[in-house]
């Protein structure tokens, strides 16, 4: 497994390097965006996730992040000092998988990125297209298609529709969702942006986002997609 670490602090990048390899991770360091632009180009079909650092010297995590999903769908998990939530839901909606907020222990950062390289895992070993009425979820490209033409969703949008795809008939609460969203970064969740997240689904993916057909609210439970 190979990582890119994006961290402008040397001293922090020398001691997460260190437990990564201590893990069996082979690990690129970087410290500044020029750098791991570069090595993103050269090197993004080795990596097998990708930490950022959202304040750089000469840009930002977000940058980076955008950078790589505009190429493809690689993990990637962000640290950072901020831990509003503004700055939260923009990472993920810019395509983090996950984010972490300083200080943190090593621990804690080795259980997120082994949550989330399964997660990805078992996206790759899904069905490589999931339909549901005019809806084709292609995982292995990370698109979405309504009647054949492409759907641009976040990538949090993403996660959610193909989590209810997953279980396609199957009620899933709220509760369900979000723990499977944000899994172990239990701390971030808020009931009212995954409200927000299914009604912005509703508007890419229904004919009629008021009277869902795709996307059913099941009352008093949550939500299913499927009969």
């Known amino acids: 497994m190979q990582i890119l670490l994006v961290e402008d602090d040397k001293t922090i990048a020398a001691g997460l390097e260190y437990s990564l390899n201590q893990e069996n991770y082979d690990t690129i360091v970087c410290h500044s965006a020029v750098t791991a632009k570069k090595t ?5 079909d080795q990596l097998d996730l990708l930490i950022f650092d959202l304040s ?3 840009g930002s995590g977000y940058e980076l992040c955008q950078f790589v999903k505009q190429h ?3 993990p990637v998990i962000f640290l ?3 831990d509003d939530e503004v700055n939260v839901v923009m990472g993920l ?3 983090a998988d996950d984010y972490i907020t300083k200080p943190f222990r090593v621990r804690e950062l080795l259980s997120r990125i082994n949550s989330v390289l399964r997660r990805y895992n078992k996206q790759l070993q899904a069905k490589p297209v999931i339909e549901l009425d005019n809806i084709a979820i292609n995982t292995l490209e990370g698109k979405v298609y309504k009647q054949g033409e492409e759907v641009l969703v976040t990538a949090l949008e993403y996660r959610l529709l193909l989590i209810l795809a997953n279980h396609a008939g199957q009620v899933l609460t709220r509760a369900q969702l979000l723990e499977r969203i944000w899994d172990v970064a239990g701390d971030f969740v808020n009931d009212n942006t995954l409200t927000v997240y299914i009604k912005r689904l509703r508007e890419k993916l229904e004919n009629d986002p008021q009277k869902p057909a795709i996307i059913k609210t099941v009352r008093g439970l949550g939500y299913k997609v499927g009969d």
């Open 40 to 44: 993103i180009k050269e090197c993004l």
């Open 56 to 58: 750089l010297p000469d």
């Open 72 to 74: 493809c769908d690689k």
């Open 80 to 82: 950072t000092a901020l």
């Open 93 to 95: 909606d810019m395509g």
